[in-house]
């Protein structure tokens, strides 16, 4: 059973425009989520993450956002570069329950492919 | 600085043998953690090691285990492998007070036949 799901494998936008990839997670102990991007042939990069304790989270084109009621986070770019398109992963983490710090919950990851 | 670096890149082997993947941490880190990634999913959590020791481990069989060196390199072992232990071997290597925000190496790409 998947505790992280993205249920979107692909997602094409024109340069420019605004990216939202999204991402829901059942497991009500998960209080740490993070967005990592994977080039091929590179690992993961991590990009951004936020805490159960707040609902947005902005680092310069990138802003996550957190609706704990929906279990539902989405990451949006703005504005889209031809150079973010990668496959985005959302992670989580049950951080402060039994010990499992670091322990990430991936999800399956969405193609994102930016059009010049 | 380098980030974390990962060896073999490629490695075949066949059914029942046993395979050592090696991973130097990100300098400064402490704390390193093993995922498997199979084609079309996301990373698998194997374990993690810190001070030396498994702290926590995931939900994969005894023929996985690991160590961490006093350098903080580790190695993750894999014994009798099987057709389905063919994936992409990712480690990844974070401080572990902040052992969410992990660094990721290349990978190890293990093809089983």
């Known amino acids: 059973d998947q505790q992280v799901k993205q249920n979107s494998p692909s997602l094409s936008v024109q340069e420019g425009r605004i990216s939202i990839l999204n991402c829901d997670y059942t497991n009500s102990m998960f209080d740490y989520f993070l967005w990592y991007k994977k080039y091929p042939a590179e690992g993961p990069t991590f990009l951004i993450s936020?805490?159960?304790?707040?609902d947005k989270n902005e680092d310069g084109r990138f802003t996550v956002f957190l609706n704990k009621s929906a279990k539902h986070l989405s990451l949006h770019i703005v504005p889209s570069q031809p150079g973010d398109s990668a496959v985005y992963f959302c992670a989580a983490s049950a951080r402060n329950y039994g010990g499992s710090q670091g322990n990430l919950i991936f999800g399956k990851g969405t193609k994102l492919s930016v059009k010049p | 600085d380098a980030g974390v670096t990962q060896s073999p890149t490629h490695l075949i082997k066949t059914r029942g043998q046993q395979v050592t993947l090696r991973c130097s941490p990100k300098?400064?880190?402490?704390?390193v953690s093993w995922y498997q990634q199979a084609l079309g999913q996301g990373p698998q959590f194997i374990f993690q090691y810190y001070e030396e020791e498994e702290r926590q481990r995931g939900n994969f069989p005894d023929r996985f285990s690991g160590h961490q060196f006093p350098n903080y390199s580790s190695e993750l072992n894999v014994n009798a492998l099987l057709l389905g232990d063919s994936a992409l071997y990712l480690c990844?290597?974070?401080?572990?007070?902040?052992?969410?925000?992990?660094?990721f190496g290349p990978g190890t790409r293990l093809l089983v036949l």
């Open positions: 990844a290597s974070s401080l572990y007070r902040d052992a969410e925000t992990q660094y």
């Open positions: 300098s400064g880190h402490d704390t």
């Open positions: 936020i805490s159960s304790i707040k």
